[in-house]
């Protein structure tokens, strides 16, 4: 992995829908950078301008000019046009419109102080049982591996495997507090949330090695708490899970 595509500015997109949410993040840091800029020039104009000088006597009218309500209405509805015509679209899409099931790869992941579990359902797409009671050292996620669904299951620790131009959903949840799924390079972060199991989905567009973070301070180790992604082609992926399977019936 090269860890020298995480620097000041935003990583590389390797996701579907990452170049929207780029967009949105440069309209918005430029219109930020003009209000500033604009502010800034008209405080020390204001300075200047009415500053105390011998003989003036302060004045508590306000100024005539029509001027500042118009920048104020177009800055509003400048905003307005962000967030009806740029982020509630993006929203919408990357929260509301999912991929079906059937087309995708759909996984389980649970957090936990600190490492990240992800469940794979295996070729037959169905989940094995899992059970807090049969939680232990070698079976992070509890899963009954007696269970006729689970016997094709895959359970991964920080190591998220998946094919590229394939859509994935995420099912995430977590065992004990409140973290943060973030693949910085897919444009996904998402909290999780101990109780709750929250769908999140993407597709990657390109294969690579790069890094999942956890993205909310979580405990001493937070730092720590760092899986890895491969984006895989499908034959990899597909070798990748052979492996697993073989390593499972060691
Ligand atoms: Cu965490």
Redesign the pocket.
């Known amino acids: 992995m090269n860890s020298s595509i995480y620097g000041w500015h935003l990583p590389p997109n390797v996701s579907a829908h990452g170049a929207a949410i780029d967009q949105l993040i440069h309209v918005v840091h430029w219109f930020m950078i003009a209000l500033f800029i604009g502010w800034g020039i008209f405080l020390l104009y204001t300075l200047i301008r009415f500053r105390e000088r011998p003989g003036r006597t302060a004045s508590y009218e306000s100024a005539k000019s029509k001027l500042p309500k118009l920048v104020e209405i177009s800055v509003v509805l400048f905003e307005v046009f962000l967030l009806i015509g740029l982020s509630i679209p993006i929203w919408s899409k990357v929260k509301n419109e999912f991929p079906p099931a059937a087309d995708s790869l759909v996984v389980r992941v649970v957090?936990q102080?600190?490492v990240w579990n992800i469940h794979y359902p295996g070729p037959d797409r169905l989940f094995g049982k899992s059970d807090p009671s049969l939680i232990s050292d070698s079976n992070a996620l509890g899963i009954d591996w007696n269970d006729p669904n689970a016997k094709d299951d895959i359970a991964s620790i920080n190591q998220f495997h998946f094919p590229v131009n394939k859509p994935v959903i995420v099912y995430l949840s977590s065992k004990d507090v409140i973290?943060s799924f973030a693949i910085p390079v897919l444009r996904v972060k998402q909290d999780a949330i101990p109780g709750m199991r929250i769908p999140v989905w993407f597709e990657a567009v390109q294969t690579g090695q790069f890094e999942i973070a956890?993205a909310?301070l979580?405990g001493v180790g937070?730092t720590l708490?760092k899986g890895y992604v491969s984006i895989d082609t499908p034959e990899e992926f597909e070798n990748w899970v052979k492996e697993q399977e073989a390593a499972k019936n060691l």
């Open positions: 957090a102080q600190f973290h956890c909310q979580c937070h708490m």
